[in-house]
């Protein structure tokens, strides 16, 4: 018995130092993936800007022309880590709420201009915040940023609400790529929400990126709740 004893006791610092070593290089890992994450979300925003600069101009004259009026459409959002930041978006609305008292967008909702319609049905009012991708604001996937009003709602009635905050925002996201954008009528809906933030932040990985992604790519022009 005394040997046996002496053996476990001889191998638990091995099995320590076991799991030690597992977990610093996760660690390792987790960070090499984080770096290789900044890297896409730069050099992937640039050419963005890059191929699509002539879509831009058109799409600001396009917005000047319809209602006058400024072409980019500025907000404060919360970040990572609770860091405010400006989004940038294409101003599809005749109102540029920023206050604590910010209306959602709704299904032919009277504020969305003409011009504004066209971009919310095809998602191309998003495209500035490939600037915010390049200034480290936001990442081609994450949780997609709300209004600093609802923050302050949702986080006073959701637990686990704040727990998005733990990695960038994102022009795309999990919740998305599930159904769970637009307009949200009632708590449970930004619960599910919130939910796949959480889910997708626990999960994060290059390759889950890379298939959200692609299936926001697949979806994107045929989404029913783009509006």
Known sequence: MTDVVHRAMKAKPRTTESVGDVLSELQRSRIAESWAKRAVDIVGATLALLLFLPLLVCIALAVR???GGPIIFKQRRTG?????????KFRTMTVAED??????????DARVTAVGAILRKLSLDELPQFL????????????RP????????????IATYADRFRAKPGLTGLA???GLRGEINDLRGMRDRISADNLYIESWSLGLDIAILAKTAMIIFSDPQAY
């Open 176 to 178: 998305q790529v599930n």
């Open 132 to 143: 915010n991708i390049l200034k480290g604001d936001m990442s081609f996937v994450g949780p």
């Open 146 to 157: 709300h209004a600093l009003a609802h923050d302050a709602y949702y986080g006073e009635h």
């Open 65 to 67: 022309l319809d209602s």
């Open 99 to 108: 206050s604590h008292n910010v209306k959602q967008a709704t299904r032919n």
């Open 80 to 88: 990572h880590r609770g860091r405010t930041f400006t989004i940038y």
